[in-house]
């Protein structure tokens, strides 16, 4: 469903949109009305990230309204579904797990990949119910999981099965968050590895057994991407780049107070602010010079570190079946465009 959020006017994240406008100041007047969109769209997970907070704080509507551009936003689910609408061209930003961001570049959709939400922590795990007498990974085999395939909760489950050896000896079920909470209410699953919010409701008669921290410290790291349709991009860079300090702006109010951060996130999550603040801390939310350090995206003159990630998953997601080929290091190199974020910097 498509919806524009309402004005949200608090004194804090008002005070850090109007200091955006001024850095946005000198790429507002060089902008030509030629290439100016009327409006933006936006597909969005429900989770608490940077983009949340902006969206939540209805950052990026006074961001472009300022611009008379319209933004609007669809929530998917999963990248299955936001990959279908960027190729049919009816979204313009997607986020999701970069192993969709993988999927969307093996099959050939015209996208780049121009910023890091976060990289993934304790925001995901693996929830088993309490009393079950299942305390390690190991102790699944014989057993009922279910995670969304293709996501970066998929990747990690796998991962975290083939380090306990058991990865040909449980029965993985392929479901979508909501229906994985409603099987988990209905008994008929012994597992589940998603991510908040969906994770906290498992939580809530269940245990963390492993997260996405520790099969990070594995080798295996996941982040939710934000990619952007080359067809647009390539008329709007400035406008791209608008897009990406908004998300700034919305780190911001997290780093700057995150008890507002996660109050204003817990209202459109329909969660406590206590939840929102300790799923907020599940994850490393990067500013935009760390983006763009060796260890993440690099730079457009280096590649950074995380395009070897990226090929790293995508050489396993061929192996499972995800995809037919995992493209060369290259591709992955090109498919990062660190760019927009070096154009924020230069402002």
């Avoid at 029965?171 to 979508?176: N, W």
């Avoid at 995809?323 to 090109?334: F, K």
Wanted: aromatic share 8%; with cysteine; proline share 2%.
């Amino acid at each position: 469903m498509i919806f524009k959020r309402n004005k949200l006017r608090k004194s804090l994240v008002m005070t850090t949109v109007l200091a955006a406008f001024t850095l946005v100041g000198c790429s507002q007047e060089s902008e030509t009305e030629a290439n100016k969109p009327s409006e933006i769209t936006i597909g969005y997970l429900r989770v608490p990230n940077d983009e949340m907070v902006a969206l939540s704080s209805g950052i990026y509507e006074e961001y472009f309204d300022e611009k008379g551009i319209e933004t609007n936003f669809i929530v998917f689910d999963s990248g299955v579904d936001a990959n279908k609408a960027l190729t049919s061209g009816s979204i313009d930003f997607a986020s999701m797990g970069n192993t969709n961001g993988i999927i969307a570049l093996a099959n050939g959709i015209e996208v780049e990949l121009i910023w890091l939400h976060e990289i993934l922590g304790e925001i995901e795990g693996l929830a088993v119910r309490k009393e079950s007498g299942i305390e390690t990974v190991s102790d699944l085999k014989g057993k009922k999981i279910a995670t969304t395939f293709a996501s970066t909760s998929h990747y990690s489950l796998l991962q975290a099965l083939d380090n306990a050896g058991i990865a040909e000896d449980v029965e993985l079920l392929d479901m979508q968050t909501m229906d994985i909470v409603a099987a988990w209410e209905r008994g008929d699953i012994d597992a589940a590895y998603t991510w908040q919010p969906s994770l906290g409701k498992l939580l809530e008669d269940g245990e963390m057994i492993i997260s996405s921290a520790e099969v990070a410290e594995m080798g295996h790291k996941t982040a939710n991407v934000l990619l952007a349709r080359k067809e647009f991009s390539e008329f709007n860079p400035e406008i791209v780049a608008d897009f990406i300090e908004a998300t700034i702006v919305g780190g911001d109010v997290y780093r700057n107070d995150a008890a507002e951060a996660a109050m204003t996130v817990s209202k459109t999550l329909e969660i406590t602010a206590d939840e929102a603040l300790s799923q907020m801390a599940g994850s490393i939310w990067l500013s935009p010079e760390e983006e763009i350090a060796k260890e993440y995206l690099g730079t457009s003159e280096q590649s950074g570190d995380f395009s070897k990630v990226m090929k790293e998953t995508g050489d396993f997601l061929e192996d499972q079946g995800s995809i037919s080929a995992s493209p060369e290091q290259a591709a992955y190199d090109e498919f990062i465009n660190p760019r927009y974020i070096e154009m924020v910097l230069e402002r």
